[in-house]
């Protein structure tokens, strides 16, 4: 899977390779910068399984990315769907597919510029707002021809966060990287025991 993967994103730069040059001079595309949230998705046709949406922009083109969910993926929707900033849907597209059941949604396809809206879901086999609730990472490629040289790069994770549609718990306010700090339960104290002596004394009076 690994292997095709990142074929494909070779492939996807050979056709982009001339307006990407430019693109990845703007930003350091090892080092984007990414912001995303996950919400309840929209109901497939003839699934009833749990859809978790996530959304997401980078300051910088991507050609491939990975949403990497510590709940198992039993479903992955695509295509995606690219807007601008201006919710204005973009011909940028990917493709997205997965190891089902499995732990990621890969994609492959192109966001020609910084601040694209990628909007994508894929599917759970339990309720959004059970514990413990998903919480997918964002790891995001580019691939590009820099003076006739096919250079990959790799940025990430990103916490796209827990869904934004559930009830605030005790968990809240956590996240993958800053998971809720383990309880754990101070030893009873033990009662003073008296000694047999005393007793015996105790019982003479």
């Known amino acids: 899977m690994a292997t095709w993967w990142l074929a494909a994103i070779v492939g996807v730069a050979l056709l982009l390779a001339s307006p990407a040059l430019s693109q990845a001079e703007e930003s350091n595309p090892n080092n984007y910068n990414c912001l995303g949230s996950t919400a309840a998705g929209q109901p497939e046709a003839g699934s009833d399984e749990q ?4 959304t997401f922009y980078c300051n910088g083109p991507i ?3 990975q949403v990497q969910s510590q709940i198992p993926v039993t479903g992955v929707s695509s295509p995606p769907e690219v807007t601008d900033l201006n919710k204005t849907a ?3 597209t990917f ?12 994609c492959v396809g192109s966001a020609k510029a910084g601040y ?3 909007t994508g879901q894929f599917a759970i086999g339990r309720k ?13 490629t580019y691939a590009y021809l820099e003076k006739g040289v096919i250079t990959q790069a790799i940025s990430g994770p990103y916490d796209l966060g827990r ?19 383990l309880t754990t339960k101070k030893p009873a104290k033990k009662g003073k025991k008296h000694s047999s002596k005393k007793q015996a004394a ?3 009076k």
């Open 51 to 54: 859809q978790v949406q996530y």
């Open 63 to 65: 050609t491939g990315y």
């Open 90 to 92: 973009l011909r940028d």
């Open 95 to 106: 493709s997205c597919s997965g190891e089902l059941p499995g732990w990621a949604a890969n």
């Open 116 to 118: 694209e809206i990628i």
């Open 128 to 140: 959004l707002c059970t514990e413990p609730r998903v919480d997918p990472l964002l790891t995001v």
């Open 163 to 181: 869904p934004k549609d559930c009830k605030p718990d005790a968990y809240s306010g956590f996240n993958r990287f800053n998971p809720k700090p």
């Open 202 to 204: 105790t019982k003479k």
